[in-house]
């Protein structure tokens, strides 16, 4: 099993995103992105929670659906696609459902911010 290993010190604490490629043992290549949360390290996890959330589906055609633990309402939703270009931001009137229709097929990056950090999903658009 290979991995990815992301020394913190050299990024320090925050949010990052890094592009994965893999290749599985009959050559078949994919990609995709992942988001890596690094925080400080205090010799203990104890304390650290964090949110579980989805959406679906996904891929998706006119919109997803966004469940989160606990029904947590997030603080901000931002949706970005594949040139880093915002194309939502805040929560929609029809939360927890997100209307797709009129957006171009792609993959996006769900961005939410709660009171437990800002967490990263990918979606794709058909």
């Not at 947590?72 to 270009?85: H, I, K, S």
Request: proline content about 5%.
């Amino acid at each position: 099993n290979d991995y990815l290993e992301v020394i913190g010190s050299e990024y320090g604490t925050g949010n990052f995103l890094f592009w994965v490629e893999t290749v599985n043992d009959f050559g078949c290549h994919t990609s995709d992105t992942v988001a890596v949360a690094i925080v400080p390290d205090n010799g203990t996890a104890a304390g650290v929670h964090r949110l579980l959330f989805s959406i679906y589906p996904n891929p998706c055609r006119e919109g997803f659906y966004l469940l989160t633990e606990n029904h947590t309402v997030p603080d901000d939703l931002r949706l970005v696609n594949a040139n880093g270009q915002v194309v939502m931001n805040g929560i929609p009137a029809s939360y927890p459902f997100i209307n797709m229709e009129g957006r171009g097929r792609g993959v996006y990056m769900l961005i939410m911010e709660t009171e437990y950090g800002v967490l990263y999903r990918r979606l794709v658009k058909l």
